[in-house]
């Protein structure tokens, strides 16, 4: 199994970015797909998760400003990111796992795969 993060870069604060993870190895149609960021010192938090039924979950400081989505053709997830802030700024790592029940879909532990992360800086 692999995830490929992508998409990554600096930015200016109300700015955009799109994020991609691209999959292989996995019945990506049936997967939770996860996007966790992390920041220097701090420890690894949840941003947003996508359901094999495509419904989603946010993290409330990005809630209106980032949306996730999927295209299962692709085996691909995406984060676009509107309105960036400078506390936006981090390592962003896709996840992924099968079997995630509602109540831990923010839980990092509860995510078999991982991808390599993807540098994300907002300058002010």
């Known amino acids: 199994v692999q995830l490929q993060a992508s998409g990554g870069g600096l930015v200016q604060a109300g700015g955009s970015l799109r994020l991609s993870c691209v999959t292989s190895g996995l019945t990506f149609s049936r997967y939770t797909m996860g996007w966790f960021r992390q920041a220097p010192g701090k420890e690894r938090e949840f941003v947003a998760a996508i ?45 992924g796992d099968r079997q995630i029940i509602l109540s831990s879909i923010e839980v990092p532990d509860q995510y078999a795969y991982w991808g390599q992360g993807t540098q994300v800086t907002v300058s002010s």
Not at 79 to 89: A, F, G, I, R, V
């Open 51 to 95: 359901r094999y039924t495509n419904s989603t979950h946010y993290v409330d400081s990005v809630k209106g400003r980032f949306t996730i989505s999927r295209d299962n053709a692709k085996n691909t997830v995406f984060l676009q990111m509107n309105n960036l802030k400078p506390e936006d700024t981090a390592v962003y790592y896709c996840a």
